[in-house]
């Protein structure tokens, strides 16, 4: 089994700074893409950034500038700094990972999310 535990989040000031961990640990042969998404109440899921095992990234257009993700492949974690915050950022914010195990089985895991809060 794989769990995915996420870390950092918490309340801020508009144009103030969080930065996101997620750590992946269990039955690891490989993670392929890892990501984060957001939640904010009554709104769907929606993808913030993404990071392949090779270094790509990709970003959703409102936090372009603003929001960078990095990966540490030897601890298995995610980050996501979290710059110049705006209170629509606010949101549950839940890390993602495209994990292949050492049963060969390729799934993707999610972590419990952490809330983040900019307030205005």
């Known amino acids: 089994q794989v769990q995915l535990v996420e870390s950092g989040g918490g309340l801020v000031q508009a144009g103030g700074s969080l930065r996101l961990s997620c750590a992946a640990s269990?039955?690891?042969?490989?993670?392929?893409?890892m990501g984060w998404y957001r939640q904010a109440p009554g709104k769907q899921r929606n993808l913030v950034a993404v990071m392949t095992s090779g270094g790509s990234m990709y970003y959703a257009d409102s936090v372009k500038g603003r929001f960078t993700i990095s990966r540490n492949n030897a601890k298995n974690t995610v980050y996501l700094q979290m710059n110049s915050l705006k209170p629509e950022d606010t949101a549950v914010y839940y890390c993602d990972a495209d994990v292949e195990t050492y049963e060969r089985r390729i799934s993707k895991y999610w972590g419990q999310g952490t809330q983040v809060t900019v307030s205005s």
């Open positions: 269990g039955s690891i042969f490989r993670i392929n893409d």
